[in-house]
């Protein structure tokens, strides 16, 4: 049961925080150029309950009411993202440099993410992701947002989950842009990559003391100890963990995936390797991988095709979230001694940068149990070595849950999207009273 042992102490200066990303809080669409997301919720059957995000949460009005929120809970920390289409239009960057001071003025540490999904439409347009000059105009932007911003932001994140932007929006459009490049797709992971090492580059010439980028990870568990099993679950694993990890960590593609690559990317991992201060990992659940099974399956919401090389199965005998993603903290122990063990000091301290659940309800125990059981499991990680700095609740608010629309629920804040009234959960306030624990000296 959830809370009845007393927590042990996380390391002193450990960041505590909660994550968002602009696309869905913002809202005031108006007052952005449009992104790959607008054009792609306007679509017919992309989204779930057919909803977009022009209004989301109108965190871009009301953000100071949730500062407000932020600093009654006692987080030292605020993850968002910055919306390059909104920085293309005339003030855009002003509304940041707003959000920065009023989270200074609380004491809050602003960490932005300079990309989480939001492409320009326009740049799309122009080739996106699928061409390298995607990746120099982003360098330009982030130079703009951090000579904006830099003195007030310590710590930077480039880009969220290049994986999950390839798979989903690129390999098998469930998300936008919506195209199904399959295995075509791969050129969109290496732009992103070296749209991070460009950043990266530009963050520290802008004097930024520290740089990051946060990837998407869990544990690749084989369906069986038969070989036909554990092949199918490396790739996968080569797929949606390695093949974003090494580039950035070694230098290196994994075997097999360098070939894959446009030409002149074997040049690009001097770059993309660009030393880090921490590294983000965003951890929800474990995956099974087996041998193709040669049948369309459903994977937390996705519809994988039957032609790939792996096949997702179901992880049995654990609680599910309102998603249907199993519950398995113990997973971010592995997770986290695993990287370590595998990638020894080329693994910078790790920041879990996203860690959440979505549940229905405002007395959401279960959404607490969760948070209970992954803090310990990530105090177990911390025992058994792994330099870990810090940790963030996906996510501060319910919010426009990409192509389920808001039908998924993962805040510690209910919004209510008719009247657009917040109300902190159950979870908020265990949260804040474990963050006041931590807080009390030993
Ligand atoms: C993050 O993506 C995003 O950064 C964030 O914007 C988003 O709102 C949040 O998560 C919640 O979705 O194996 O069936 O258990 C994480 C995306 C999470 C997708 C784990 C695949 C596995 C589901 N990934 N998920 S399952």
């Not at 593609?253 to 030393?275: C, N, S, T, V």
Request: with cysteine; hydrophobic share 40%.
């Amino acid at each position: 049961m959830a809370t009845t042992h007393p927590f042990p102490r996380f390391p002193d200066g450990f960041l505590w925080g909660v994550s968002t990303s602009a696309h869905q809080i913002e809202g005031a669409a108006g007052l952005r150029e449009r992104s790959v997301w607008d054009a792609f919720t306007e679509q017919p059957g992309r989204v779930k309950d057919g909803s977009t995000a022009a209004v989301a949460c109108d965190h871009y009005h009301r953000y100071r009411e949730d500062v407000a929120l932020l600093a009654a809970l006692g987080v030292n920390a605020y993850r968002f993202s910055v919306s390059w289409p909104r920085v293309l239009r005339e003030g855009g960057l002003d509304f940041y440099d707003r959000l920065v001071d009023e989270l200074c003025a609380a004491g809050i540490r602003p960490v932005p993410t300079l990309f989480h999904w939001d492409l320009p439409l326009a740049r799309h347009e122009a080739g996106g992701w699928r061409e390298r000059d995607t990746a120099e105009r982003f360098a330009e932007y982030v130079s703009r947002v951090a000579g904006r911003l830099g003195d007030r932001v310590r710590q930077w994140i480039t880009l969220n989950e290049p994986a999950e932007h390839t798979l989903l929006g690129h390999a098998l459009g469930t998300h936008a842009p919506g195209e199904r490049l399959m295995f075509d797709a791969l050129p969109v992971a290496h732009h992103q990559l070296l749209a991070h090492g460009l950043a990266v580059r530009a963050l520290r010439a802008a004097g930024a003391a520290e740089v990051g980028l946060t990837n998407s990870h869990g544990p690749t568990w084989p369906a069986s100890p038969e070989a036909a099993d554990t092949e199918a679950a490396d790739f996968y694993d080569v797929l949606l963990n390695r093949m974003f990890a090494e580039p950035v960590l070694l230098g290196a593609y994994p075997e097999g995936i360098g070939e894959l690559m446009p030409d002149g990317a074997a040049d690009d991992l001097k770059i993309i390797a660009e030393p880090l201060d921490f590294y983000g990992v965003n951890y929800y659940a474990p995956t099974k991988v087996g041998a193709p099974q040669g049948a369309e399956i459903d994977f937390g919401g996705v519809r994988m095709p039957a032609e790939l090389p792996f096949s997702v199965r179901e992880i049995e005998g654990r609680p599910r979230t309102g998603f249907g993603w199993p519950v398995v903290p113990e997973g971010l122990t592995e997770l986290l001694t695993g990287f370590r063990d595998r990638y020894g000091d080329r693994l910078p301290p790790v920041v879990v940068t996203e860690n959440g659940c979505s549940y229905e309800g405002l007395d959401d125990q279960d959404r607490i149990s969760y948070l209970d059981g992954h803090l310990r499991a990530l105090h177990e990680a911390i025992r058994a070595g792994v330099d870990v700095r810090g940790y963030f609740v996906w996510s501060l608010m319910d919010n426009f849950e990409w192509a389920e629309g808001y039908a998924r629920r993962f805040g510690l804040v209910h919004v209510d999207y008719a009247t657009l009234e917040r109300t902190p959960k159950a979870s908020y306030a265990w949260y804040r009273d474990f963050l006041s624990a931590q807080r009390r000296p030993a």
